[in-house]
T-cell receptor, first 111, second 115 residues
Framework: DGGITQSPKYLFRKEGQNVTLSCEQN?????MYWYRQDPGQGLRLIYY???????QKGDIAEGYSVSREKKESFPLTVTSAQKNPTAFYLC??????????FGSGTRLTVV | AQSVTQLGSHVSVSEGALVLLRCNYS??????LFWYVQYPNQGLQLLLK??????LVKGINGFEAEFKKSETSFHLTKPSAHMSDAAEYFC?????????????FGGGTRLMVKP
């Protein structure tokens, strides 16, 4: 079945450490997105990519980085510059004519 | 520009009662509108979407929504709530049907269903 796979489901980060969240899709969608979700704050856009080798900052890109070397993959790195990284991270993709398809999320916790 | 406002961050209903979750949008062009549901520690699942066809849209799990241009609203309803409907619901808007048109989400409404 086609879909989006996010891994890991749970991730723990130590202070000052970079971590990378994986997002892979087999839907052949052009556009991919990363959102951060905090309690009571809805979804906030971190980065998005409409085509391979191109990506744009969203509303809260500081402290994050991404790459889009393959159409299927859009990994998100949470760097040590992100001072409050504890959150639920959602990856999504979209093809024209449809809404977003979401992955099942990664919960990141700073320990 | 586009935006979404969901009135009521928390809604509580009794099992079997009507569910009404409110969504108002702002868009400079005819919008495309979506409702998503999220269960704890999961991603968002599409409930239904409006893409300029019929104004009354039926979705999964017995939900439906009506697009009212004059009221700039897209409220979500279900005639009879079930315990399994307890979840968070998000309304979203976009101004186009291309992959480059991003969705803007409302802040979400948490639905609680009392036995």
């Amino acid at each position: 079945d086609g879909g989006i796979t996010q891994s890991p489901k749970y991730l723990f980060r130590k202070e000052g450490q970079n971590v990378t969240l994986s997002c892979e899709q087999n839907l052949n969608h052009d556009a991919m997105y990363w959102y951060r979700q905090d309690p009571g704050q809805g979804l906030r856009l971190i980065y998005y990519s409409q085509i391979v080798n191109d990506f744009q900052k969203g509303d809260i890109a500081e402290g994050y980085s991404v790459s889009r070397e393959k159409k299927e993959s859009f990994p998100l790195t949470v760097t040590s510059a992100q001072k409050n990284p504890t959150a639920f991270y959602l990856c999504a993709s979209r093809q024209g004519g449809s809404g977003y398809t979401f992955g099942s999320g990664t919960r990141l916790t700073v320990v | 520009a586009q935006s979404v406002t969901q009135l009521g961050s928390h809604v509580s209903v009794s099992e079997g009662a009507l569910v009404l979750l409110r969504c108002n949008y702002s868009s400079s062009v005819p919008p495309y509108l979506f409702w998503y549901v999220q269960y704890p520690n999961q991603g968002l699942q599409l409930l239904l979407k409006y893409t300029s066809a019929a104004t009354l849209v039926k979705g999964i799990n017995g939900f439906e929504a009506e697009f009212k241009k004059s009221e700039t609203s897209f409220h979500l309803t279900k005639p009879s709530a079930h315990m399994s409907d307890a979840a968070e619901y998000f309304c979203a808007v976009t101004q186009g049907n291309n992959a480059g048109n991003m969705l803007t989400f409302g802040g979400g409404t948490r639905l609680m269903v009392k036995p």
